[in-house]
């Protein structure tokens, strides 16, 4: 691969993780190429980019990014598949569903979820359980949209009891 080519690959890595904003860098090697073939099947139809680049053309695209992102360089060893992903839970919702069993691999090297940064396998299972933005969002909408529905049925139901009142006071008079 000559410069111009590992610049290309350097650019298209920094477009990507600027674009979804969410990575995981795991770990594949051992896997067999029906094995892989298999994740990568997954990630399609999970909405999940996968690419496998080499380590050193990783590191310069993320050196790229806006803020300080060398935490991930150390898990940068081996070979290493991203995934990028709108869905910053997505990815490690897949590699568990692609480990149920015996299987040890996929490995989460590391994670890099809208600026946060998750470096080894122990993160998995606190990533899995992420919220969405979007689902985020609804809890909000959710939680606003309660108190105002409070307020309009108590209106609505005392509005029903002071016409009550004002007809059986004009009753009387």
């Avoid at 689902?135 to 209106?155: D, M, T, W």
């Amino acid at each position: 691969m000559n410069r111009e080519e590992k610049q290309e690959v350097v650019l298209a890595l920094q477009e990507k993780m600027q674009e979804y904003g969410n990575f995981y860098i795991a770990d594949t090697s051992g896997l067999s190429v029906e094995k892989v073939n298999n994740i990568r099947r997954k990630c399609f139809e999970s909405g999940i980019e996968m690419k496998v680049a080499k380590n050193t053309l990783i590191k310069i695209a993320i050196d790229g990014l806006e803020g300080d992102s060398s935490e991930i360089f150390p898990a940068l060893k081996g070979q290493s598949a991203l995934l990028f992903s709108k869905v910053g839970n997505g990815p490690a919702k897949l590699i568990k569903a692609l480990r149920k069993g015996k299987e040890e691999k996929p490995q989460l090297k590391a994670a890099y979820i809208d600026s946060a940064i998750f470096v080894g396998d122990n993160h998995l299972d606190s990533l899995v359980s992420l919220k969405s933005r979007e689902e985020l969002i609804g809890e909000i909408i959710g939680l606003l949209q309660s108190p105002a529905k409070n307020v309009v049925s108590a209106l609505q139901s005392g509005g029903n009891k002071i016409a009550g009142i004002v007809k059986t006071l004009q009753e009387r008079g």
